[in-house]
């Protein structure tokens, strides 16, 4: 069989220079391998007339033939449907229309015979189509081939004549020429053993499917494939790591770490946090080179966790580091952490961007000479002019806000790689968590501190301000502080600034009794900390702020989070704010206020915030409404390839199951040497679009 990678696709029949240069720049296919990979994203069945009593919403797109029994409109404004219910004699569904609802009533009479072509799904528990085509036939269009397949295509295409159809027309000469199978991607042992269907099969079958089943095999065959590859490059990397890079043996508990943990401890740690100790020190001790992921939710106390482990880095003669995303967090780490240090003799710097001229010079004079044992700052820290005598041990908070390519400059300030810990409170899904940091070892802080209640949240509409109101004079007259967060996006950042200061002006004529400081990210570095350090200080009762707070501020005063237009944001963004109160021992409210105007999936994500406060739950959740978000690019991380097929969040049983195939194959032949393997390391290979080993930086 010739090499269809390297067959470009302007010699197929009716393509030209012209198409294949549309093709290339919108959908990335140039040759004839890119366009069998380019999967249909629906199919047709034309091949029968269905009954409506055999339908379920499940179904890929199907005709009916029957007639409309009666219209009517329901709901108000942009919520405004026509609904039409139609029979065949064997059950009723409704086709529903969201736009044209006049052209529809002029067009379509009740009890004439139509046939109906769309894909049915249940709403309300009832079967309906959506916008469905309704032809006035004496007959269907039936058609031999089975499914018929749709493919995603731009403006662009359409306008160059790339229509599904044409792409169709496309795949059905390139797979009709197909007259040698295609060279096979996994071994015959997974094959057989996974009753998998062959490459050629699967690849014939997904574009030009008999039936709904034969369909499904083909689409497991690809799916398998995809993910076992994206799990089989993080893992195999994760081995060579373990193998290549020595870690810093640290074996020692001294006289540092025994001195904080009797005499500074600010409370008992929890179990949790005893069980992640102990996992860092397993690892610490080891001799291989530690890359731990830590989950926590907001205030599970990591940064206790994170500090006892730096001490130990000390103890053994090294220096650590801690490395966070903002000034206000790396200066935030840095007062906490010299709290806690209080009366000991450690040196412990900050060093970020706004750190200039001689304050910075003798700081990287200190970390040279060794006389700093802890640094804590922002990228600052990962510049070419900062080297230190010797770094053990680093921490880099909130991972997700660093790319790639910035933490492999961390790797470079020594010899040999330092022990790194990666700290989140984003909860990440299992499923997100194995592909996006498969090779990080992963702990988990599951327990909140002694004293610390659950916050309660509580949803209210904007209408009702004077019972908002009302309940934060109280919890000032208490004593405690309230935030009151406004959503800033690019895409919008004039008017929502503007709501913003609108807000605070409000606020402030609204409160005249009480102090209002304000924040957000386009203030200067120093306006920004002076209006903090007001709040912090508790010199001012209200905060208006965008979620600049949203990572790592700590007022344990602060007892009310007021979330305006919650509507506009993510579940995991909302999590993340409701963190920033509860830090005290008294009880905590997070108030998402929204408009009545609320869609299905909105109302959803407010109801899951009302009841749960499990932060894994509502990654989940969030995963499930958003989907995964761009896994691709150095900017997030080790996903080397773009998915075409499979898809992390409806596939997340399929990704583990292929996770303990892909382990077999890296446990059975971790130098990659076996002859019978051979297919699985060459097309890895293949895979990998660059050479950058990504995998092991993270």
Same mark, same amino acid.
């Given at each position: 069989?010739?090499?269809?990678?390297?067959?470009?696709?302007?010699?197929?029949?009716?393509?030209?220079?012209?198409?294949?240069?549309?093709?290339?720049?919108?959908?990335?296919?140039?040759?004839?391998?890119?366009?069998?990979?380019?999967?249909?994203?629906?199919?047709?069945?034309?091949?029968?007339?269905?009954?409506?009593?055999?339908?379920?919403?499940?179904?890929?797109?199907?005709?009916?033939?029957?007639?409309?029994?009666?219209?009517?409109?329901?709901?108000?404004?942009?919520?405004?449907?026509?609904?039409?219910?139609?029979?065949?004699?064997?059950?009723?569904?409704?086709?529903?229309?969201?736009?044209?609802?006049?052209?529809?009533?002029?067009?379509?009479?009740?009890?004439?015979?139509?046939?109906?072509?769309?894909?049915?799904?249940?709403?309300?528990?009832?079967?309906?189509?959506?916008?469905?085509?309704?032809?006035?036939?004496?007959?269907?269009?039936?058609?031999?081939?089975?499914?018929?397949?749709?493919?995603?295509?731009?403006?662009?295409?359409?306008?160059?004549?790339?229509?599904?159809?044409?792409?169709?027309?496309?795949?059905?000469?390139?797979?009709?020429?197909?007259?040698?199978?295609?060279?096979?991607?996994?071994?015959?042992?997974?094959?057989?053993?996974?009753?998998?269907?062959?490459?050629?099969?699967?690849?014939?079958?997904?574009?030009?499917?008999?039936?709904?089943?034969?369909?499904?095999?083909?689409?497991?065959?690809?799916?398998?494939?995809?993910?076992?590859?994206?799990?089989?490059?993080?893992?195999?990397?994760?081995?060579?790591?373990?193998?290549?890079?020595?870690?810093?043996?640290?074996?020692?508990?001294?006289?540092?770490?025994?001195?904080?943990?009797?005499?500074?401890?600010?409370? !008992?740690?929890?179990?949790?946090?005893?069980?992640?100790?102990?996992?860092?020190?397993?690892?610490?001790?080891?001799?291989?080179?530690?890359?731990?992921?830590? !989950?926590?939710?907001?205030?599970?106390?990591?940064?206790?966790?994170?500090?006892?482990?730096?001490?130990?880095?000390?103890?053994?003669?090294?220096?650590?580091?801690?490395?966070?995303?903002?000034?206000?967090?790396?200066?935030?780490?840095?007062?906490?952490?010299?709290?806690?240090?209080?009366?000991?003799?450690?040196?412990?710097?900050?060093?970020?961007?706004?750190?200039?001229?001689?304050?910075?010079?003798?700081?990287?004079?200190?970390?040279?000479?060794?006389?700093?044992?802890?640094?804590?700052?922002?990228?600052?820290?990962?510049?070419?002019?900062?080297?230190?005598?010797?770094?053990?041990?680093?921490?880099?908070?909130?991972?997700?806000?660093?790319?790639?390519?910035?933490?492999?400059?961390?790797?470079?300030?020594?010899?040999?790689?330092?022990?790194?810990?990666?700290?989140?409170?984003?909860?990440?899904?299992?499923?997100?968590?194995?592909?996006?940091?498969?090779?990080?070892?992963?702990?988990?802080?599951?327990?909140?501190?002694?004293?610390?209640?659950?916050?309660?949240?509580?949803? !209210?509409?904007?209408?009702?301000?004077?019972?908002?109101?009302?309940?934060?004079?109280?919890?000032?007259?208490?004593?405690?502080?309230?935030?009151?967060?406004?959503?800033?996006?690019?895409?919008?950042?004039?008017?929502?600034?503007?709501?913003?200061?609108?807000?605070?002006?409000?606020?402030?004529?609204?409160?005249?009794?009480?102090?209002?400081?304000?924040?957000?990210?386009?203030?200067?570095?120093?306006?920004?900390?002076?209006?903090?350090?007001?709040?912090?200080?508790?010199?001012?009762?209200?905060?208006?702020?965008?979620?600049?707070?949203?990572?790592?501020?700590?007022?344990?005063?602060?007892?009310?989070?007021?979330?305006?237009?919650?509507?506009?944001?993510?579940?995991? !963004?909302?999590?993340?704010?409701?963190?920033?109160?509860?830090?005290?021992?008294?009880?905590?409210?997070?108030?998402?206020?929204?408009?009545?105007?609320?869609?299905?999936?909105?109302?959803?994500?407010?109801?899951?915030?009302?009841?749960?406060?499990?932060?894994?739950?509502?990654?989940?959740?969030?995963?499930?409404?958003?989907?995964?978000?761009?896994?691709?690019?150095?900017?997030?991380?080790?996903?080397?390839?773009?998915?075409?097929?499979?898809?992390?969040?409806?596939?997340?049983?399929?990704?583990?199951?292929?996770?303990?195939?892909?382990?077999?194959?890296?446990?059975?032949?971790?130098?990659?040497?076996?002859?019978?393997?051979?297919?699985?390391?060459?097309?890895?290979?293949?895979?990998?679009?660059?050479?950058?080993?990504?995998?092991?930086?993270?």
């Amino acid at each position: 069989m010739f090499d269809l990678s390297t067959r470009d696709i302007k010699f197929i029949s009716g393509v030209g220079p012209q198409k294949a240069a549309v093709l290339a720049k919108e959908v990335g296919v140039r040759s004839l391998h890119d366009l069998i990979y380019y999967f249909p994203y629906k199919y047709v069945d034309r091949s029968r007339v269905y009954r409506v009593n055999e339908i379920d919403g499940n179904m890929p797109y199907i005709q009916l033939k029957g007639q409309i029994l009666g219209f009517e409109t329901v709901g108000e404004g942009r919520k405004r449907r026509l609904m039409a219910h139609f029979t065949d004699g064997t059950g009723v569904v409704d086709l529903v229309w969201f736009q044209g609802i006049k052209y529809i009533l002029a067009k379509y009479k009740t009890h004439e015979e139509y046939i109906v072509f769309g894909k049915p799904s249940v709403f309300n528990g009832r079967v309906n189509l959506a916008h469905p085509d309704i032809e006035k036939k004496d007959e269907p269009k039936l058609s031999a081939v089975g499914l018929q397949p749709y493919y995603n295509t731009t403006e662009r295409m359409k306008r160059g004549f790339l229509n599904s159809h044409a792409i169709e027309k496309m795949m059905t000469i390139v797979i009709g020429g197909m007259n040698d199978p295609l060279p096979e991607t996994l071994t015959p042992r997974i094959l057989a053993k996974h009753h998998l269907m062959p490459l050629t099969e699967a690849i014939r079958n997904v574009h030009f499917p008999p039936n709904p089943e034969v369909l499904r095999r083909a689409q497991y065959r690809l799916k398998f494939e995809e993910l076992f590859y994206v799990q089989l490059n993080i893992l195999r990397y994760a081995k060579d790591r373990q193998r290549k890079y020595r870690g810093y043996v640290f074996n020692k508990v001294g006289q540092r770490f025994n001195t904080f943990y009797e005499r500074n401890l600010p409370f !008992q740690l929890t179990g949790a946090q005893k069980r992640v100790m102990k996992e860092i020190r397993g690892d610490m001790g080891s001799g291989r080179q530690m890359n731990r992921l830590l !989950q926590g939710d907001v205030g599970s106390g990591k940064t206790l966790v994170a500090l006892m482990s730096m001490l130990l880095a000390l103890d053994n003669g090294y220096q650590a580091c801690m490395m966070a995303p903002t000034e206000i967090l790396a200066n935030q780490h840095y007062e906490t952490i010299k709290g806690l240090l209080a009366g000991m003799d450690i040196r412990v710097e900050l060093l970020t961007g706004s750190i200039k001229g001689k304050r910075r010079e003798s700081i990287l004079a200190g970390l040279l000479t060794g006389d700093i044992d802890i640094l804590i700052g922002t990228h600052a820290v990962i510049e070419d002019t900062v080297h230190f005598s010797a770094l053990g041990f680093a921490i880099i908070d909130e991972q997700h806000r660093f790319g790639v390519a910035q933490r492999a400059r961390l790797w470079s300030k020594n010899a040999q790689p330092p022990h790194v810990l990666v700290m989140t409170a984003t909860p990440i899904p299992r499923t997100l968590a194995m592909t996006l940091y498969g090779d990080l070892d992963v702990s988990v802080i599951d327990e909140l501190p002694p004293g610390r209640k659950p916050v309660t949240t509580i949803h !209210q509409f904007d209408v009702q301000r004077e019972s908002l109101y009302r309940s934060m004079r109280q919890q000032i007259g208490e004593g405690r502080q309230v935030y009151i967060v406004y959503p800033l996006i690019k895409e919008s950042e004039k008017i929502d600034l503007k709501n913003l200061e609108e807000g605070y002006q409000h606020i402030v004529g609204e409160f005249p009794e009480y102090q209002v400081c304000k924040v957000h990210g386009k203030m200067k570095a120093a306006e920004k900390e002076e209006q903090m350090q007001r709040f912090v200080s508790g010199q001012a009762q209200i905060m208006v702020a965008t979620t600049v707070i949203e990572v790592g501020v700590n007022v344990p005063n602060a007892s009310v989070m007021i979330i305006q237009n919650a509507e506009r944001f993510g579940l995991s !963004q909302l999590h993340q704010l409701r963190g920033r109160v509860g830090r005290g021992a008294d009880q905590s409210y997070c108030i998402l206020v929204t408009t009545y105007k609320l869609t299905e999936e909105t109302r959803r994500r407010i109801e899951i915030m009302v009841r749960t406060n499990d932060g894994f739950e509502i990654a989940e959740a969030d995963l499930k409404l958003r989907g995964p978000g761009d896994l691709e690019g150095t900017q997030q991380s080790g996903v080397a390839f773009d998915l075409k097929i499979a898809n992390i969040v409806r596939d997340g049983q399929l990704l583990q199951y292929v996770r303990r195939v892909a382990e077999e194959v890296v446990e059975s032949d971790p130098a990659s040497e076996l002859p019978e393997n051979d297919i699985l390391w060459k097309q890895l290979k293949a895979l990998r679009k660059t050479n950058v080993n990504w995998a092991a930086i993270s």
